[in-house]
């Protein structure tokens, strides 16, 4: 039997209305705070990834589903949506004003990643994008966002894990520290380390090896070394987040595993998946659009994993509140015609029914309501067709009735 691709799950039931929630209301408060949706392919060209994700990071590295097609085109399944959002806000033109642009987006990923618990190699990021403000207020403004995505799912104890990692011009001061610290135990760090030291030493503060964890005690700090901006920045944003009631921690260990950031570097984290796992990632990536191409637009954004949302929303609520649709069970051939009249009707003044159209015996669809959960059932007989009635059968009560049938349709509209 064919099984779907490692890494790759098919989405349906709880987990889908899961997704179909967290979207709608993603959709809901981003459009409030004056976001638009941008939707773009899920092939990019290697080159989009490679300059702005980033040689030295694992993602680029490891983990990118890459081939080339049949034009001789090398091309990456994208593993994250940010450079592609920016190619396309350049390549159309969108940056060109002083105006902000606004974006988010809700779409697959590709990452060959290592299995384990709620990591997949196809999954599912919601993700927002500000384009064309440079100051802490827009930040504040962002997590206030997503603060209210998180409070509208009913996720309340969440905490914002924040750093800057500076400027690049900023950024030597702080290299030349953490080398020499580097040096000093360079024995304890994993082979992955020691090319990261020289490619990207910030990348060291990021292997998941506890070894290197450990070894990284009383490592220099990067807010030690910030540039008279990007501290005022950092403090700035603290101020902010402080006064707007956002709670939040310093993390100076936190870098991001993708290289574009530039001062502000955050995530979420949830106790609810285990202590490695944060629910979304982002920040500032200021000289992104112009390494791509572009003009020098500052921006700002993150990403929500949203099988993980979904993951711990399922663990803290269980289903999605729903209510399956009504059941219409038809009795014989007359009845079977003016079920699917009836069905007609009801559909079209919105109201969610199913029809029993397998024919057969009352009792085999009603054993199928039970097990679906089917709250109201709707029969219809010669009996009641002769009477101009329709059979209510209020499941939870076991109760029965018969309705007028030219009073079903408003009676089903108003439950
Ligand atoms: P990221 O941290 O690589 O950032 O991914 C964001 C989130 O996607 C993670 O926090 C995690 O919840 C989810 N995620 C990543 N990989 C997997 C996986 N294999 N399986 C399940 N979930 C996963 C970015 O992608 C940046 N583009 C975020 C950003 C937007 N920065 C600025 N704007």
């Known amino acids: 039997m064919a099984q779907s691709v490692k890494g790759m799950r098919d989405l349906f039931g709880t987990e889908l209305r899961w997704f179909q929630h967290i979207e709608e209301t993603a959709r809901r408060v981003f459009e409030r705070h004056g976001y638009g949706e941008i939707r773009t392919p899920i092939l990019e060209e290697l080159e989009v990834f490679k300059r702005s994700v980033g040689e030295s990071s694992d993602i680029v590295n490891k983990e990118m589903y890459q081939f080339?097609?049949?034009?001789?085109?090398?091309?990456?399944?994208?593993?994250?949506?940010?450079?592609?959002?920016?190619?396309?806000?350049?390549?159309?033109?969108?940056?060109?004003?002083?105006?902000?642009?606004?974006?988010?987006?809700?779409?697959?990923?590709?990452?060959?990643?290592?299995?384990?618990?709620?990591?997949?190699?196809?999954?599912?990021?919601?993700?927002?994008?500000?384009?064309?403000?440079?100051?802490?207020?827009?930040?504040?403004?962002?997590?206030?966002?997503?603060?209210?995505?998180?409070?509208?799912?009913?996720?309340?104890?969440?905490?914002?894990?924040?750093?800057?990692?500076?400027?690049?011009?900023?950024?030597?001061?702080?290299?030349?520290?953490?080398?020499?610290?580097?040096?000093?135990?360079?024995?304890?760090?994993?082979?992955?380390?020691?090319?990261?030291?020289?490619?990207?030493?910030?990348?060291?503060?990021?292997?998941?090896?506890e070894t290197c964890q450990a070894a990284l005690e009383g490592h220099p700090v990067i807010t030690d070394h910030l540039d008279e901006a990007s501290a005022k920045h950092h403090a700035r944003l603290k101020a902010l987040l402080t006064e707007l009631g956002l709670p939040f921690e310093e993390n100076s260990r936190l870098v991001r595993g993708l290289d574009y950031y530039t001062r502000t570097a955050f995530e979420v984290l949830s106790a609810d998946l285990g202590a490695q796992s944060a629910l979304l990632g982002g920040g500032r990536y200021d000289g992104l659009v112009k390494l791509l191409g572009g003009p020098d637009v500052p921006a700002f954004g993150w990403a929500i994993g949203l099988d993980r949302l979904a993951m711990v929303l399922q663990q803290v609520h269980g289903d999605v509140p729903h209510t399956p649709p009504a059941l219409l069970i038809p009795l014989g051939v007359r009845a079977a015609t003016e079920a699917l009249k009836l069905a007609r009707t009801l559909w079209d003044a919105g109201v969610a029914l199913q029809v029993e159209t397998r024919g057969g015996a009352l009792k085999k669809a009603m054993t199928s309501a039970n097990r679906t959960g089917v709250q109201t059932v709707l029969i219809l007989g010669d009996g009641e067709l002769d009477a101009g009635t329709v059979t209510v059968k209020h499941m939870a009560t076991g109760e029965q009735e018969a309705w007028p049938l030219g009073e079903v349709v408003a009676r089903l509209v108003k439950s």
């Open 68 to 209: 080339t097609d049949k034009g001789g085109r090398e091309v990456v399944m994208r593993p994250e949506n940010t450079a592609g959002v920016v190619r396309a806000a350049i390549q159309h033109k969108l940056l060109t004003s002083s105006d902000p642009v606004l974006f988010y987006y809700i779409g697959p990923q590709f990452r060959y990643e290592r299995m384990q618990a709620g990591r997949y190699r196809q999954f599912y990021q919601i993700g927002a994008e500000s384009f064309g403000v440079a100051t802490p207020e827009a930040e504040a403004e962002s997590l206030l966002m997503l603060h209210s995505f998180f409070t509208e799912l009913g996720l309340k104890h969440l905490l914002f894990s924040i750093n800057s990692v500076g400027t690049p011009e900023s950024r030597p001061g702080f290299h030349a520290a953490f080398r020499a610290f580097f040096a000093e135990r360079a024995d304890r760090f994993c082979e992955d380390c020691h090319r990261r030291i020289e490619t990207n030493p910030l990348r060291v503060l990021d292997c998941k090896i």
